[in-house]
């Protein structure tokens, strides 16, 4: 059977797609011409060509990568390839909506903030707290942000409830993490304790601490899984910037109700944030 053969231009135009793309195609070895005249440069492309240049089309549509497109085109089984990498790119889109969705949001809650409508006066609240007195231990996290933090905090538990047990006790909620700054360093070192007993004794593999009292906090009860604990961060930090105060002190993470039986979504945490006025 005779292949039907084309020119660039027509090419381009049975595929919607513009001359100068098939050029770009042609030079990322992504679809190549079928037949380049040596004398004029004049490129071909066979009728076999359109099923593939159709493909790249669609998922070009689809927000697919020309990598992942070029994996498609390459398999021997192309229809599976394709189908692999629809299900990812349907997971990326889903995943996206999911924090677009997230933004509108939150835009939606700043806007109403500044119309006047003060929807963060219900959740932040200034108060004192009391000196309390932890078992702790202490590790350095790379820097700020759930993803060098969390990796640090499974590890330091297991240790520290290991220690408390070894010497003849019981973790005590509510747990309290906190996190200071490593002078001349990116590093945060990450501080992670249990409630001391009455009274407190000292044991191998942990210190008694004893966290001060703070005149003025700002708290922020933080309700959810850990992964989203870094907008509520935000929220309070931002909010005690806009009513005047400063941090003067480390921050804490409260663990007032994180059973180890219940998803972190039905988690509360309070953020806690020592602050003097401006």
């Known amino acids: 059977m005779v292949s039907t053969m084309y020119t660039i231009g027509e090419f381009a135009a049975l595929g919607r797609v513009s001359v100068r793309m098939l050029r770009h195609y042609d030079a990322i070895g992504l679809l190549e011409p079928a037949r380049v005249d040596e004398r004029s440069g004049y490129r071909h492309y066979a009728d076999a060509q359109l099923g593939s240049l159709l493909r790249i089309?669609?998922?070009?549509?689809?927000?697919?990568?020309?990598?992942?497109?070029?994996?498609?085109?390459?398999?021997?089984?192309?229809?599976?390839?394709?189908h692999d990498l629809l299900v990812r790119r349907r997971a990326e889109l889903e995943a996206s909506i999911a924090q677009d969705r997230d933004r509108v949001a939150r835009i939606g809650e700043r806007l109403r903030r500044l119309e006047g409508e003060d929807t963060m006066s219900a959740r932040v609240e200034y108060r004192p707290l009391e000196p309390v007195t932890v078992y702790a231990v202490e590790g350095r996290a790379p820097g700020m942000g759930p993803e060098n933090v969390s990796p640090v905090i499974d590890p330091l538990l297991g240790r520290l409830i290991g220690a408390i047990e070894a010497a003849g006790r019981s973790p005590l909620e509510p747990g309290?993490?906190?996190?200071?700054?490593?002078?001349?360093?990116?590093?945060?070192?990450?501080?992670?304790?249990?409630?001391?007993?009455?009274?407190?004794?000292?044991?191998?593999?942990?210190?008694?601490?004893?966290?001060?009292?703070v005149e003025t906090a700002a708290v922020l009860a933080h309700r959810g899984d850990m992964p989203s604990i870094g907008r509520s961060w935000m929220e309070l930090m931002g909010r005690l910037v806009d009513d005047g105060y400063r941090v003067v002190g480390p921050t804490r993470e409260v663990y007032v109700h994180a059973p180890d039986d219940r998803p972190q979504s039905e988690w509360v945490t309070e953020l806690i944030a020592p602050v003097e006025k401006v």
């Open 176 to 213: 309290v993490f906190w996190y200071e700054a490593v002078p001349d360093s990116e590093a945060l070192a990450v501080h992670v304790s249990f409630t001391a007993d009455a009274p407190p004794a000292a044991g191998d593999g942990y210190d008694v601490v004893e966290l001060p009292a």
């Open 57 to 82: 089309v669609e998922l070009r549509d689809l927000g697919c990568g020309l990598d992942e497109i070029g994996v498609v085109l390459a398999a021997g089984d192309p229809s599976a390839a394709m």
